[in-house]
């Protein structure tokens, strides 16, 4: 079936180092991908998305490219900062007749971002 | 825009005890989602709703658990005795549903901590 692997963590970095989260998929068809970020006592809240192959979403100096031919989609960041802590998940859709589709999360990868 | 609401944002209780948790999702949105959340298991999809239908629940752990959505403004998860191994925090979001791009996007809430003891 359709699923996302991560990479493990938690991923410990230090402030303005770069930043890169692996993320890659199994899916049947042509799924959306997305990244989400969830902040200490938080629900998750969308980072950015690609809806097809070599779309690059990108916010918050966060990005990641759809790509198709290594099935990835993997994040990063240049220069990260503290307030950049959380948890990342990793995410696609899973196709349904009508209305919104299902997500399949990956399994979080915890980044911590010292001073 | 308020966003997701849920209720109660920290739930205690004892075993065999019924839990109710609520959500009230963004106003025009079409489809509604119910998480779990656990260290061991991470984040599992546990019901959808389009329009307010149950569309896939193959994620409901087992009888114990029901969830409901009469209209579209609000909907509940029971847990019906609960168990200690229930015991993690609860996510409900919300998305569109109609649109090309948009309508994947979810709004989660800040989700319901549940202990059962």
């Known amino acids: 079936g359709d699923s996302v692997t991560q990479m493990e963590g938690p991923v410990t970095l230090s402030e303005e180092a770069f930043l890169t989260i692996n993320c890659t998929y199994t899916?049947?068809?042509?799924?959306?991908l997305f990244w989400y970020v969830q902040y200490p006592g938080e629900g998750l809240q969308l980072l950015l998305k690609?809806?097809?192959?070599?779309d690059k979403g990108s916010n918050k100096g966060f990005e990641a490219t759809y790509r198709k031919e290594t099935t990835s989609f993997h994040l990063e960041k240049g220069s990260v900062q503290v307030s950049d802590s959380a948890v990342y998940f990793c995410?696609?859709?899973?196709?349904?007749?009508?209305?919104?589709?299902?997500?399949?999360f990956g399994q979080g990868t915890r980044l911590t971002i010292n001073p | 825009d308020a966003g997701v609401i849920q209720s109660p944002r920290h739930e205690v209780t004892e075993m065999g005890q019924e839990v109710t948790l609520r959500c009230k999702p963004i106003?025009?949105?079409?489809?509604l989602f119910w998480y779990r959340q656990t260290m061991m298991r991470g984040l599992e999809l546990l019901i959808y709703?389009?329009?307010?239908?149950?569309?896939?629940d193959s994620g409901m752990p087992e009888d114990r658990f029901s969830a409901k959505m009469p209209n579209a403004s609000f909907s509940t998860l029971k847990i019906q005795p609960s168990e200690p191994r229930d015991s993690a925090v609860y996510f409900c979001?919300?998305?569109?549903?109609?649109?090309?791009?948009?309508?994947?996007?979810?709004?989660f809430g800040a989700g319901t901590r549940l202990s059962v003891l």
């Open positions: 979001a919300s998305s569109p549903g109609t649109g090309s791009i948009a309508k994947n996007i979810q709004y």
């Open positions: 899916a049947t068809g042509y799924p959306s």
């Open positions: 690609a809806t097809k192959a070599d």
């Open positions: 995410a696609l859709t899973i196709g349904s007749i009508q209305g919104a589709q299902k997500l399949v």
């Open positions: 106003s025009g949105h079409n489809s």
């Open positions: 709703f389009n329009n307010n239908v149950p569309i896939d």
